[in-house]
């Protein structure tokens, strides 16, 4: 990132970034759990529980994810245009 170490932009946005990323890995691992589930489910029998963790995981990923790539892309975009670098996705 360009700036000082002390500009505090450069660091709120590292801070976003860092946050972001912890989001995102735990989104991801909510969708693993929920993946799980639902194979314990199928080998098993999809009980109250099966099913709630399936939802509530699903659920979980969905809170976590959605801003969490949402504030990752406004990172890279606020670094990138500071470079002077259009926008790539």
């Keep these: 990132m360009s700036g000082t ?24 691992g909510a969708i693993l759990l929920a993946f799980v589930a639902f194979a314990i489910g199928l080998a098993t029998s999809f009980s109250g ?12 990923s969905a809170a976590l994810l959605i801003p969490a790539v949402i504030f990752g892309y406004g990172v890279k ?3 990138q245009e500071e470079r002077g670098e259009p926008f790539r996705y």
Excluded: F
């Excluded at 170490?5 to 991801?28: H, I, T």
């Excluded at 529980?49 to 979980?60: E, K, R, W």
């Design 77 to 79: 975009a606020a670094e």
């Design 49 to 60: 529980v099966v099913t709630g963790v399936i939802t509530v995981s699903l659920a979980a």
């Design 5 to 28: 170490p002390d500009d505090p932009v450069v660091a709120r946005r590292a801070q976003v970034a860092r946050w972001s990323g912890l989001a995102k890995r735990a989104g991801y």
